[in-house]
């Protein structure tokens, strides 16, 4: 039996691409994507998706503000736990009660570290610079109504090297969010179905 998991992502799709990878290359994985859903009718994680066969929806959250279009939508499919993949987007809480502890998001810092609203991107990648870090990384979390400040689930560090910048800094976290996200959502599907089978 596998978990099966919601992927939202905004962007390109890259940590998609490695979660599908991970699961490519694991017959025995605690779970499967059963759909990938964006805000962005135009995404590379929805290409993605199609060229994998899974099934690929746009939800425009202007005319979702409350979510019961992607709550209905997760249902429709079964999801039993959500991945936030780069979804820009905050979750609404009526989502987010109906996954009470089955939301997982995937952070480029070392949370409690540089995150809160507004902080993606290179803007996560500045902030580290700016203060100085040493070090940085990548978080993986379960979601609560505020944002970043769930419970830690994963994490990885990398050193920040002499020179970067946010583009080179990135990068190198970008790497290791690719290992670390399927691996951490293993441990959440294992859970998940563990606690199922009570």
Do not use: C
């Not at 599907?189 to 606690?195: D, G, I, P, R």
């Amino acid at each position: 039996m596998r978990a099966r998991i919601a992927v939202l992502a905004s962007g390109r799709g890259s940590n998609l691409e490695a979660i599908l990878d991970f699961l490519d290359s694991a017959p025995g994985a605690s779970y499967e994507v059963v759909i990938v859903i964006s805000n962005k009718a135009d995404t590379g994680a929805l290409d993605i998706a199609r060229t994998r066969k899974i099934p690929a929806s746009f939800i425009d959250v202007s005319i979702d503000s409350d979510g019961s279009l992607l709550l209905a939508l997760l249902r429709s499919y079964g999801a039993e736990i959500v991945a936030l993949a780069g979804y820009l987007k905050k979750i609404p809480e009526t989502v987010v009660s109906a996954f009470n502890g089955r939301i997982v998001n995937i952070h480029p810092a070392l949370l409690p570290l540089h995150g809160g609203e507004g902080m993606y991107g290179a803007r996560v990648h500045a902030a580290v610079l700016s203060a100085g870090e040493r070090e940085s990384g990548a978080t993986v979390h379960l979601v609560d109504a505020e944002y970043d400040r769930g419970p830690v689930v994963a994490q990885w560090r990398v050193p920040v090297l002499p020179g970067d910048d946010a583009h080179s800094l990135a990068e190198r976290v970008l790497k290791v969010e690719h290992k670390l996200y399927p691996r951490a959502l293993e441990i959440v599907a294992a859970l998940h179905l563990a606690s199922s089978e009570r």
